[in-house]
């Protein structure tokens, strides 16, 4: 089982900045590939930015070359940049870890909560 804290959430104008951080325990040596999804209201789950166990990363096509995604000196730490916040930007973000031993099983955080203003 592992186990995902997110913090860094919070309230801030479009064109500004926030960094969210995920710290993942448990058993973290099964994480294939780590992240952040985002749910607004009204609307499904979608993808913000993975990061792969090689390091591969991909984005949500509305966040690319806004938003990074990066790890921490310590591997179970994974950050998200956001740069450039616009209101569509807001929505509860929640760190998901996808592993693969000993079975195939999603992990989900509690989400924290990003309100972008104007």
């Known amino acids: 089982q592992v186990q995902l804290v997110e913090s860094g959430g919070g309230l801030v104008q479009a064109g500004g900045s926030l960094r969210l951080s995920c710290i993942a325990s448990g058993s973290t040596s099964s994480i294939q590939t780590i992240g952040w999804y985002r749910q607004a209201p009204g609307k499904q789950r979608e993808l913000v930015a993975t990061i792969s166990s090689s390091d591969f990363t991909n984005y949500g096509d509305s966040v690319k070359g806004r938003f990074t995604i990066s790890r921490g000196n310590a591997k179970n730490t994974v950050y998200l940049q956001m740069n450039s916040l616009k209101i569509e930007d807001t929505a509860v973000y929640y760190c998901?870890?996808?592993?693969?031993?000993?079975?195939?099983?999603?992990?989900w955080g509690q989400g924290t909560q990003v309100t972008v203003s104007s």
């Open positions: 998901s870890a996808l592993s693969l031993i000993p079975t195939t099983s999603r992990s």
